[in-house]
């Protein structure tokens, strides 16, 4: 068995730790979707309803982002930049709902999408040049 001799973290583990927040966010959003939403005190039972699915996809991206990372050997920078997609749209989404009044300003609230931001910088800079993998040199023709 190899040992690998990099000391650095690789895009696995980057990927395990980014799909790590949709599954603690779609937690929150099953356990208590009135405090973990920005308008939650406004929710009506059909806003609970979709709180609940909301999360409920969430938990399965953050699984599907960990499912790949530990399955997927070779072209691994393809998923982690469809996943840098799929946190940078969320952020879109919640500057979309400041800037439309949809949601209601706070300082905490800009904190708080500052945590995707960072895992979408993370997963694009881990994924901008594919590892390459070891060849055995006695295997070339």
């Given at each position: 068995m190899e040992e690998n001799e990099e000391l650095g973290i690789g895009l696995s583990a980057i990927m395990k730790l980014t799909g790590f927040l949709p599954i603690m966010i779609g937690t929150t959003f099953?356990?208590?979707?009135?405090?973990?939403?920005?308008v939650g005190p406004n929710l009506t039972e059909y806003g609970i309803f979709v709180s609940m699915y909301v999360g409920v996809f969430a938990i399965f991206i953050g699984l599907t982002q960990w499912f790949v990372s530990i399955y997927v050997k070779e072209n691994l920078h393809i998923f982690g930049?469809?996943?840098?997609?799929?946190?940078?749209?969320?952020?879109?989404?919640?500057?979309?709902?400041?800037?439309?009044?949809?949601?209601?300003?706070e300082l905490k609230f800009l904190f708080a999408t500052m945590i995707p931001v960072t895992a979408?910088?993370?997963?694009?800079?881990?994924?901008i040049t594919p590892e390459q993998s070891k060849t055995n040199k006695n295997n070339e023709i």
């Open positions: 099953l356990l208590s979707p009135r405090t973990a939403i920005a930049r469809l996943f840098a997609l799929g946190l940078g749209s969320t952020v879109l989404l919640e500057v979309y709902g400041w800037t439309s009044s949809l949601i209601e300003f979408t910088f993370l997963l694009l800079m881990y994924s």
